[in-house]
């Protein structure tokens, strides 16, 4: 046994590539796509009206320049919900790299059409392109913490499943550096910058082939116990896995009754029904919580310390390293501290920069106040890279097993989107309406979503999947009863597994 703990913490050089190709093939394009547009937004402007001259004779309106700005931005959110509600059905029918391959295609074609868009003169494709790209990003945003997570041993889940985060925010940073008006972020750069999306996904489509396909689908949803064997002994580094086979065993066999389930099922399943509200919760906490709205209020707080226009996109992409640096911190430490303990640091640091940022704003004349409006963002930058950002994706995977969790990673990255879609349409209006006033609202949200988790969220590392369904049994109201003997794959079964209700 002591043998077989010290085993299961290796990082194998197989698990270690598989990580990181899916992880930069997809995660980094979310990343990217999020920030691609905002360094060359002047010029991107410059190029509908133009277009809209040569077609029409005459300038656009204000107006219309500003719906197809809205449309050009907010249409990449909603092309996210669209993805994510394409997750169930994708991930069970091709499997979890299945699903990774194939979501490149929404990744290469829109790539291109953004990519000739100004050789086009089309303001269309590059809006239509954002919806597209938009689905890649709401797939893989659920699918590679599916993925990584159902290759990880248990020591290491928690570790593995923070960096498809790192790579999202390495993606935003690059999108910055690239974004600086003297490399891409100018009237010449701009369709190059867009189009680059698709490296990513060129180079996750030559390479993720060459690794395994989920060792959890292959057992319990394909029946393929040899295809799995040989995937969990390539990813182990080591011949003997037959505890981790038999763990895989026992989860197929106490959900058996349960059989693949629906999003309906899952939201009128019993057993499941703390741990459905805990991911509601945990990602309307980590989009309603302010962090686009930070991102959006940053320039002007910038400008207003006195950083000449010039060099604010510098202070930027400062900004995006100080994200990238915390997430890494939290790659390292989740697996330590926990992932309970990081979402209520990250969300208490978010409840009091917002509180703070609020005082700061509001007596911004003072002479040394927008300093500390700016350390307020900083501060709000590294809390929610700790906690909110990272988490709830490792706990996702983590809550939920093999059964219901394609329909759970639906339902959550549903929530994900309109979350964020709705924050980018609302927002405007609330600063416009409140000013400053704005981030208590958000500071309340960080609050109650602090207690929530404190109160609610029990923790999970180190735990195997069904151990963690016996933790919110309770809660739930149900008794589960697992097999005590796994099914030996010639055939034979444990003893039956029921779930109960009180």
């Not at 066999?253 to 509601?280: F, T």
Request: glycine content about 8%; some cysteine.
């Amino acid at each position: 046994k002591v043998q077989d703990d010290r085993q299961a913490q290796k990082l194998t050089v197989v698990l270690m590539l598989a990580t990181l190709i899916s992880a930069f093939g997809s995660s980094f394009q979310y990343g990217y796509n999020v920030a691609v547009i905002n360094s060359p937004s002047l010029f991107i402007q410059q190029f509908y009206n133009t277009t809209y001259v040569e077609r029409y004779g005459g300038p656009m309106e204000d107006s219309f320049l500003t719906l197809l700005w809205s449309l050009s931005v907010s249409m990449f959110p909603l092309g996210g919900l669209f993805g994510s509600l394409m997750v169930a059905p994708l991930v069970n029918k091709l499997g979890r790299k299945g699903t990774l391959l194939f979501n490149n295609i929404f990744s290469v074609v829109p790539a291109v059409m953004m990519g000739v868009s100004e050789i086009a003169k089309s303001y269309e494709i590059i809006i239509v392109a954002r919806i597209i790209v938009g689905i890649c990003a709401g797939l893989s945003s659920n699918v590679v913490p599916m993925y990584l997570g159902e290759l990880s041993p248990k020591n290491l889940r928690g570790a593995i499943g923070v960096v498809p985060q790192l790579f999202i925010t390495i993606g935003i940073l690059s999108a910055q550096v690239l974004g600086i008006r003297s490399i891409l972020g100018n009237n010449t750069g701009w369709p190059l910058m867009l189009g680059l999306t698709g490296i990513p996904a060129l180079v996750e489509l030559l390479l993720l082939p060459f690794f395994p396909e989920s060792p959890r689908y292959m057992l319990i949803q394909r029946g393929d116990d040899k295809t799995a064997r040989r995937a969990l002994q390539r990813l182990r580094g080591w011949e003997d896995v037959d505890r981790e086979m038999d763990e895989m065993r026992l989860e197929h066999q106490s959900e058996q009754a349960e059989g693949r389930l629906s999003v309906l099922n899952l939201l009128s399943l019993r057993s499941l029904r703390w741990q459905l509200i805990s991911i509601v919760a945990m990602n309307m906490g980590q989009q309603l919580s302010g962090i686009n709205a930070i991102y959006y209020y940053a320039d002007s707080i910038y400008s207003s310390a006195g950083v000449p226009e010039s060099d604010i996109q510098y202070v930027t992409v400062g900004t995006g390293a100080v994200n990238v640096f915390m997430t890494i911190t939290a790659v390292f430490i989740v697996e330590a501290a926990g992932r309970r303990l990081l979402l209520l640091i990250g969300f208490g640091i978010c409840c009091v920069s917002c509180a703070l940022l609020t005082v700061a704003l509001t007596f911004q004349s003072t002479e040394w106040m927008p300093y500390v409006s700016i350390a307020c963002v900083i501060l709000y930058v590294v809390g929610h890279a700790v906690g909110p950002s990272t988490i709830p994706y490792v706990v996702t995977t983590e809550m939920f097993r093999q059964s219901s969790r394609p329909a759970a990673f639906m339902v959550a990255g549903s929530i994900h989107w309109l979350s964020n879609f709705t924050v980018g349409l609302v927002f405007p209006f609330m600063e416009s309406g409140l000013g400053s006033n704005s981030f208590i609202i958000f500071c309340f949200i960080c609050l109650a979503t602090l207690f929530y988790i404190w109160l609610i969220v029990p923790e999970t590392k180190n735990k195997t999947f069904l151990e963690i369904s016996q933790m919110f049994a309770d809660r739930n109201q149900v008794e589960i009863h697992a097999p005590l003997k796994p099914e030996t794959g010639d055939g034979r079964e444990g003893d039956a597994f029921k779930v109960t209700a009180f």
